[in-house]
């Protein structure tokens, strides 16, 4: 008896532009020079035994939180800001990648004084709060169970709003200069809490 049954046409080839490979190439090799530094980071986070009851040093100008105030029931915030030591490292390093790599080549747009820029984001707590919140809410809605508006929700809601208050002309990146031949970074100083037991 002969086989009847149909078997499906191999599928017509495609060619890359030779123009297109060379970006392939670069994009390839960065995304693996990416997923090696990450296989190292976890390697690392499997083999450290975590400190049992160590106080762990709070991200730089950030004051520790109370210790009552970051114990609870619940489950352990993912905000850069709750977290210490090689969880704060890890996290800023990954959101490193992501400012660099993504945010920056796209929405980075030039610098100015009215839109300043700060390449030493990271040392300026506003701005590695903001940037982070951005990118958790990147995370959620660039998703495929965000829908198909959820790119769309994430640029209304987060983006734009962030970029407002980060770029802005008295944001955190007030006291940096904008020109790269005369760089100048400076943190600018936050007020000072009140002191409990002093009456004016």
């Known amino acids: 008896m002969s086989d009847t049954s149909t078997t499906a046409p191999d599928p017509e080839p495609f060619r890359v ?13 960065k995304t693996m020079a990416e997923v090696r530094q990450h296989g190292v980071i976890l390697d ?8 049992a009851s160590a106080e762990l040093p709070s991200p730089v100008g950030v004051p520790a939180a109370p210790a009552d105030f970051a114990q609870g029931d619940g489950p ?32 980075g747009r030039e610098i100015s004084t009215s839109r300043p820029w700060c ?5 300026h707590p506003e701005a590695v709060a903001r940037l982070h919140a951005l990118w958790l809410a990147w995370q959620q809605l660039t ?37 790269p031949t ?9 007020p000072a809490p009140e002191q409990l037991g002093l009456a004016a």
């Open 17 to 29: 532009p030779d123009g297109d490979l060379d970006d392939l190439a670069s994009t390839l090799a």
């Open 44 to 51: 690392r986070l499997g083999s450290e035994p975590a400190p």
């Open 76 to 107: 352990a915030s993912v905000f850069v800001l709750a977290l210490g030591g090689e969880a704060y490292a890890i996290e800023i390093a990954a959101l490193s990648d992501w400012v660099n790599y993504l945010f920056l080549p796209v929405y």
């Open 119 to 123: 390449a030493q984001w990271h040392e």
């Open 143 to 179: 998703d495929a169970e965000a829908g198909l508006s959820g790119p769309s929700v994430w640029h209304r809601d987060h983006l734009d709003q962030t970029l407002v208050h980060l770029r802005a002309p008295d944001g955190p990146f007030a006291a940096c200069t904008t020109s």
């Open 182 to 190: 005369r760089p100048n970074h400076r943190v600018l100083t936050t």
